[in-house]
């Protein structure tokens, strides 16, 4: 099951322009750059090159892996003095050694062997360097209009996102060592009415969960979502949408 991220690179970076910059994670990722005193950072899954930019304030080194050529293209759009590279995250194009700092933000659920890419990120570390993924955690999501109201996608995203013990158990199999979780960001979100129709998130390329559904699936969701708002206008009440979760880190140590 994979998202075809050529397709919908052109508008990806719009979701960081919506209000999702998450300011938490790249402080995170600042902190523990800084306390690695990382000369050398990699980036997998580095997308439209959102969180390349905030690191190379850091140190010019950085380079960013992707597997979508449309991505790459639009990360280049943006700042053409990082180094990227398409590759897979199984099998990371680089020498061992040569890293003081690999991350992944959101894409570990799309790597085809995600154990594999830890092994990978610790060969590719220094002695010192720490690997960080971050995602959301869909087995404890209280709360999200997306699950709600279109019909498998929970289901999907429980197959499809490993279970935070399951990653850190992944981290101490490969020899990672004072691995530790941290929440790195957390999304509170609330749209009244019909002002989540025009939401970013909520439209077809907006997620990957929503991506995964075939246009009939998809149609019906928004249906469910107008249906619903038409029933509170009736009423003459306000329906509320909401999306409540966070962000959790792995971060082990090599």
């Not at 998450?22 to 990699?42: C, R, V």
């Not at 990120?121 to 709360?143: F, K, M």
Request: hydrophobic letters at 40%; glycine letters at 6%; one cysteine or more.
């Amino acid at each position: 099951m994979r998202v075809n991220y050529d397709s919908i690179a052109p508008n990806y970076h719009a979701r960081y322009a919506s209000g999702s910059a998450l300011p938490s994670i790249a402080n995170l990722l600042h902190s523990i750059a800084h306390d690695l005193n990382a000369q050398k950072i990699l980036e997998v899954g580095c997308g439209s090159g959102r969180w390349l930019d905030e690191l190379q304030t850091i140190t010019p080194h950085i380079y960013g892996l992707d597997f979508s050529l449309g991505m790459l293209s639009q990360a280049r759009q943006r700042n053409n003095t990082v180094p990227l590279t398409r590759g897979t995250a199984k099998q990371l194009p680089f020498e061992s050694s040569l890293f003081d700092l690999v991350f992944c933000i959101n894409a570990l659920h799309h790597f085809d062997q995600p154990q594999n890419f830890i092994a990978e990120s610790y060969r590719a570390l220094r002695r010192g360097g720490a690997l960080i993924a971050i995602n959301i955690d869909p087995h404890n999501i209280g709360t999200w209009c997306v699950y709600d109201y279109f019909k498998g996608t929970r289901e999907t995203d429980l197959k499809r996102f490993p279970k935070i013990e399951g990653l850190k158990e992944w981290m101490r199999e490969t020899g990672f060592k004072k691995i530790e979780t941290r929440i790195a960001d957390h999304v509170s979100s609330h749209k009244i009415g019909r002002d989540v129709l025009s939401d970013h998130f909520l439209q077809k390329h907006g997620t990957s969960q929503l991506a995964l559904l075939s246009d009939k699936a998809y149609a019906e969701g928004i249906s469910k979502i107008e249906a619903a708002i038409a029933a509170a206008e009736s009423r003459n009440e306000e329906i509320v949408f909401a999306a409540e979760f966070s962000f959790p880190a792995v971060i082990g140590y090599k």
